[in-house]
C-alpha cells in the first residue's frame, strides 16, 4: 500500500501518520515530527511495514504554538469537519435555488457606493479612482439584473463591514442574497423557511431538527409570523406607538429584550416593522404605518432581513438623499447615491422581493457550532 500523511508520533523504528481516512502505525525508520512522508509498505494486520519517504519537515517544532496545524486539527478535528458541512451547505442552497429556476450571479466587490444604512460602516478601497468601497450587501447590483430582465437570481458573495467583531459577526462574512420579481415578503418568507429546512436535511441526515442553546429547534415550515408591535407587546410589555420616535430606545429593547427571545423552540418571522425603518422595502400595502420587511430568527438569533422591495426611484432617491444628511449628523463618511442604481429603478423593476441571509450564521446554527468564526477556514482574528 502506498499514501501520504503527516506525522504525529514517533518512536524506536516506528511512526504514526495521519491521511485523509485517519492514523496508521507505521514500522520504519523513525521519520521526524510533523513531517509530510510518503509510506510504501505491506499491512500486516497490525501496523504497515515499509519505508517512510520525507517529503517536506518542519522548521521548528511541531506542532507551531499558534500555528495552523492545531488550529484546524484541536478538539478532533472540529474546523475541517466544519468545512466539510459548510461545502455541504454551499452545495445545498446551490440545488435549492437550481431546482426553483434561480440564475446563479456574480456582482462586484468594489463599488461606487456600499449603501447608506446609519449602522453600516464600509471598507474603503485605496487608490481606487473613482472612489470605491467594498460591499455590505450586493442589493443595488442585483437589482440591476432585475432591470436587465432576469426574474429570480441568487448569489453567495463576500461582504465586508467594519467594527462588526463577536460570536455573530466578522468583518468579513458570506452573504446569500437573492430577488424574484412579481413577489412581496410573503412569498420571500416561503422561500426562506424552505431553504433552511433544506439545508438541514442536507448536513443532518435527513432532520429539520437543529442544535438550539436551550433544546432543538425544528426548522420545518411553517415559521411563525409575529409583527414587531406584537413582539414588543409580548416580550417587553410596551407599545410600538410609545417607543417611537425615539429609534434609539427602540433598537435598546428591540435587542435586550425582544431578540433573545425570539425563535428559541421554532424559527420566528419578525414582521411589519415600522414605516421609519423601511430602507429599501416598500411600505405596506394594507398599512402605511408599516413596510413590508422582515427579519428570520432562529435561538434568538438574527438570521436574515427580507423586504418586498421598494420600485419607486422618486421615493428611493428621496430616502437616501434622508439617508445621507443622518449618517452626515452622525459624524458618518456620507456615501454617494449610487445613481446607476436609481436608474435602474427609473428604467423599471416589476413588483420583487429579496432577502439577505448571512450564510455563516446559517451553518452555525445548523451544524450547532459556538461561533460563526468556527465554521470559517481562516477566520479575522488568524489574520
Known sequence: MRFGGRVLLTAEGRARVQDVTGTLDVSCPAPPM?????VD???????????????????GPFPRPGGDWPSFQDHGGRRLELLRQRALGRRAVRDFFDQRAFLEVETPAAVPSPGLDLHLDAFPVAGANPPRWLITSPEYQMKRILAGGAQRIYQLCKCWRREE???HHEPEFTMLEWYRTYAGSEEVMRDTEQLVAHVARALRDGSTIIPGKDAPIDVAPPWQRLTVAEAFRVFADVEVKDV????????????????????????VFLTHWPATMASLARLHPDDPSVCDRFEGYLGGIELCNGFGELVDPVEQRRRLERDQRDREAAGKIAYPIDERFIGALEEGIPPSGGNALGFD???MLVTGAETI???MAIPSARL
Open 361 to 363: 450564521r446559517l451553518m
Open 34 to 38: 510533523g513531517a509530510w512522508v510518503l
Open 165 to 167: 467583531l463577536g460570536a
Open 41 to 59: 509498505g505491506e499491512w500486516n494486520g497490525v501496523e504497515v511495514v515499509g519505508t517512510c519517504e520525507v517529503l517536506t519537515a518542519p522548521h
Open 244 to 267: 417611537l420616535p425615539d429609534e434609539e430606545r427602540f433598537f435598546r429593547i428591540l435587542v435586550d429584550a425582544v431578540e433573545p427571545q425570539l425563535g428559541r423552540v421554532r424559527p
Open 373 to 375: 468564526a468556527d465554521g
